[in-house]
């Protein structure tokens, strides 16, 4: 499966860089997995799109992230990335991957915490 990293505690107009690795994965079992999604979750909330990464580096970005957030990968690391940029309270969460077309079992996430 996919596992989560990087958050953290920030202040507002901090940055955080997540990464969501599959480290057990084959090279093309990981990019079978594209187009690949950032989701979170804020507290009593439910889980919401973040932004998704195709196979051929095209991005989408939910409008609250847009400017904020770049999606990105590396897949000779088997690696996607969330730079997040002029964080928020309103970004507190816990972020997750996965695929976006074809999920498989969901990681613990990563918890982002921006205090107001």
């Known amino acids: 499966r996919l596992v989560e990293s990087g958050g953290g505690l920030v202040q507002t107009g901090g940055s955080l860089r997540l990464s969501c690795v599959g480290p057990?994965?084959?090279?093309?079992?990981?990019?079978?997995?594209?187009?690949l999604a950032w989701y979170r979750q804020r507290p009593g909330k439910e889980r919401e799109l973040v932004a998704t990464i195709g196979s051929r580096g095209v991005t989408n970005y939910a409008d609250f992230v847009k400017g904020r957030f770049t999606i990105s990968k590396d897949n000779t690391k088997k690696t996607m990335y969330l730079q997040m940029n002029r964080l928020e309270p309103e970004d507190t969460a816990v972020y997750y991957c996965?695929?976006?077309?074809?999920?498989?079992?969901w990681g613990q996430g990563t918890q982002v915490t921006v205090p107001s």
């Open positions: 996965n695929s976006l077309a074809n999920p498989i079992s």
């Open positions: 057990r994965m084959i090279l093309s079992t990981f990019t079978g997995l594209f187009p």
